[in-house]
C-alpha cells in the first residue's frame, strides 16, 4: 500500500492539498476536502498512462466539500501503467496526484520492454515499505478527515439554526421535523414519523444534541412528559433514552428521573 497526497493546481501551480490517495495493486481509495462549490456533488477521477492517455476510472461523491470513494483498478490501466491521477475541478483548476515520475516515451519494443520493466521494479521496491506504519498514517488522516466533516457541517449548522442551552456537556440547535434532511440519510424518514410529529405539534420544537465528552455523538431530542407509557411508546420508535430538561435548566447534578417532569426523548443520530 502507499500514500500520496492530491495537490490542488491551478493553471499549473500548486496552490494547497486538497485530499490523498491511498494505492494498493488492486485499486485505490480517494479521500477530498475543500472541494470548491463550482464542482457541484461530484468530481470525475481519471487515471493517466505512460502514453499520457486519460482514462475514466470513477466518480466521488461531494458533499460539503468532502467526498471518499474507493476505485478498483481495470485491465485498460493498472498500478504499473498509471503515471498520475486526475481530477478535473472547474476552469484550469484540478487535483492531481503523482505516483511516479514521468519517463521518455518510445515506440521501440525494446525500450517498451525496458518501461514495463522499470514499472515493474518501481512497484516492486514501493510495496517494500512498512505497510504497518503506512496503514497507521492512513487511518489516522481519514479519522481526522471524517472529524473535520463532521465538525465543519455542525458549525455550519450552528450558523443556521437558533442554539439551545440545555446542558453544559452538550451543544444544541432548534429544528423541525422538514429540517431531518440535515441528518444522515438513513435518519430522513423521521420527518413523518407519527412519535416525531405528534411531540412537535404539542411543543413546537425538536432539538439536535452533540455531545463530545468521549467521543462526538449526535442524539435527536423529542421534547415530552416522562411517564411509563409514553416512554414505552418513544422505545417502539428508537428512542433509547430520556434527558431531564427540567433539571439540566435548574442545573440539577441529581437529574433523576420522576414521573411527570419534562424533558427529550432521545435518538442517536449521525449527521
Given at each position: 500500500?502507499?500514500?500520496?497526497?492530491?495537490?490542488?493546481?491551478?493553471?499549473?501551480k500548486?496552490?494547497?492539498?486538497?485530499?490523498?490517495?491511498?494505492?494498493?495493486?488492486?485499486?485505490?481509495?480517494?479521500g477530498l476536502?475543500?472541494v470548491?462549490?463550482?464542482?457541484?456533488?461530484?468530481?470525475?477521477?481519471?487515471?493517466?498512462?505512460?502514453?499520457?492517455?486519460?482514462?475514466?476510472?470513477?466518480?466521488?461523491?461531494?458533499?460539503?466539500?468532502?467526498?471518499?470513494?474507493k476505485?478498483?483498478?481495470?485491465?485498460?490501466?493498472?498500478?504499473?501503467?498509471?503515471?498520475?491521477?486526475?481530477?478535473?475541478?472547474?476552469?484550469?483548476?484540478?487535483?492531481?496526484?503523482?505516483?511516479?515520475d514521468?519517463?521518455?516515451?518510445?515506440?521501440?519494443?525494446?525500450?517498451?520492454?525496458?518501461?514495463?520493466?522499470?514499472?515493474?521494479?518501481?512497484?516492486?521496491?514501493?510495496?517494500?515499505?512498512?505497510?504497518?506504519?503506512?496503514?497507521?498514517?492512513c487511518?489516522?488522516?481519514?479519522?481526522?478527515?471524517?472529524?473535520?466533516?463532521?465538525?465543519?457541517?455542525?458549525?455550519?449548522?450552528?450558523?443556521?439554526?437558533?442554539?439551545?442551552?440545555?446542558?453544559?456537556?452538550?451543544?444544541?440547535?432548534?429544528?423541525?421535523?422538514?429540517?431531518?434532511?440535515?441528518?444522515?440519510?438513513?435518519?430522513?424518514?423521521?420527518?413523518?414519523?407519527?412519535?416525531v410529529?405528534?411531540?412537535?405539534?404539542?411543543?413546537?420544537?425538536?432539538?439536535?444534541?452533540?455531545?463530545?465528552?468521549?467521543?462526538?455523538?449526535?442524539?435527536?431530542?423529542?421534547?415530552?412528559?416522562?411517564?411509563?407509557?409514553?416512554?414505552?411508546?418513544?422505545?417502539?420508535?428508537?428512542?433509547?433514552?430520556?434527558e431531564?430538561?427540567?433539571?439540566?435548566?435548574?442545573?440539577?447534578?441529581?437529574?433523576?428521573?420522576?414521573?411527570?417532569?419534562?424533558?427529550?426523548?432521545?435518538?442517536?443520530?449521525?449527521?
Amino acid at each position: 500500500m502507499q500514500f500520496f497526497y492530491i495537490d490542488y493546481m491551478n493553471n499549473g501551480k500548486k496552490e494547497r492539498n486538497i485530499g490523498f490517495l491511498r494505492v494498493e495493486n488492486s485499486g485505490f481509495c480517494v479521500g477530498l476536502r475543500g472541494v470548491p462549490q463550482q464542482c457541484g456533488d461530484r468530481c470525475k477521477v481519471y487515471a493517466v498512462d505512460s502514453d499520457d492517455e486519460k482514462i475514466l476510472m470513477g466518480i466521488v461523491p461531494i458533499k460539503g466539500g468532502y467526498g471518499m470513494e474507493k476505485i478498483k483498478w481495470t485491465q485498460q490501466v493498472n498500478l504499473a501503467r498509471c503515471m498520475r491521477v486526475e481530477i478535473p475541478l472547474y476552469g484550469a483548476r484540478k487535483g492531481v496526484c503523482v505516483l511516479r515520475d514521468e519517463y521518455p516515451k518510445t515506440k521501440h519494443n525494446n525500450s517498451e520492454r525496458n518501461d514495463i520493466n522499470t514499472s515493474t521494479e518501481l512497484v516492486s521496491k514501493e510495496t517494500q515499505i512498512a505497510k504497518s506504519a503506512e496503514q497507521s498514517v492512513c487511518d489516522a488522516l481519514q479519522e481526522e478527515m471524517h472529524e473535520e466533516i463532521y465538525a465543519d457541517k455542525w458549525q455550519q449548522l450552528r450558523k443556521i439554526y437558533p442554539e439551545i442551552h440545555i446542558c453544559s456537556e452538550a451543544q444544541s440547535i432548534l429544528i423541525r421535523p422538514r429540517d431531518v434532511v440535515i441528518l444522515a440519510a438513513k435518519y430522513h424518514e423521521l420527518a413523518t414519523n407519527s412519535f416525531v410529529l405528534h411531540s412537535y405539534y404539542n411543543y413546537r420544537q425538536l432539538l439536535l444534541f452533540r455531545y463530545t465528552q468521549k467521543e462526538i455523538l449526535y442524539y435527536l431530542g423529542v421534547p415530552g412528559v416522562y411517564y411509563e407509557r409514553e416512554q414505552r411508546i418513544a422505545q417502539m420508535f428508537g428512542f433509547e433514552g430520556f434527558e431531564n430538561g427540567e433539571a439540566r435548566m435548574q442545573q440539577d447534578a441529581d437529574n433523576k428521573l420522576y414521573k411527570g417532569c419534562f424533558g427529550y426523548y432521545m435518538k442517536r443520530v449521525e449527521i
